[in-house]
């Protein structure tokens, strides 16, 4: 009776190592499935940030523009401006573009 009792809790044993040993195996058969999935998401939220910025080859082109409509008086002495004047307000016009170039030759660690 013991020797029977025995062979069941060895039986049971190689059971679990049996079964331990397919579920290693069918994970790491999906692997690259599962890094796939992961680097997918991982550019799509990269995506919705939006463009990426790359330090050394990034041209960025800012025009500002300034008027100022202004009244001054000067001095019969020459001493310089006496009185200054503000007419109207100062507008500032600023347009920014920043262009990536060289983007065939930038190494993104891949």
Do not use: C
Request: charged content about 15%; glycine content about 8%.
């Amino acid at each position: 009776m013991i020797a029977y009792l025995n062979r069941h809790r060895g039986q049971s044993t190689l059971e679990y190592a049996v079964l331990i040993i397919i579920i290693i195996a069918a994970l790491l058969s999906i692997q690259i499935y599962i890094k796939r999935g992961v680097q997918g998401r991982l550019k799509s939220s990269a995506d919705d940030i939006g463009d990426q910025f790359s330090p050394g080859n990034t041209n960025v082109l800012k025009a500002e523009k300034t008027k100022t409509v202004e009244s001054q008086q000067f001095g019969i002495t020459g001493q310089g401006v006496q009185n200054s004047t503000l007419l109207n307000k100062e507008t500032t016009n600023s347009a920014t573009q920043s262009v990536v170039v060289n983007n065939d030759q930038e190494y993104w660690g891949q």
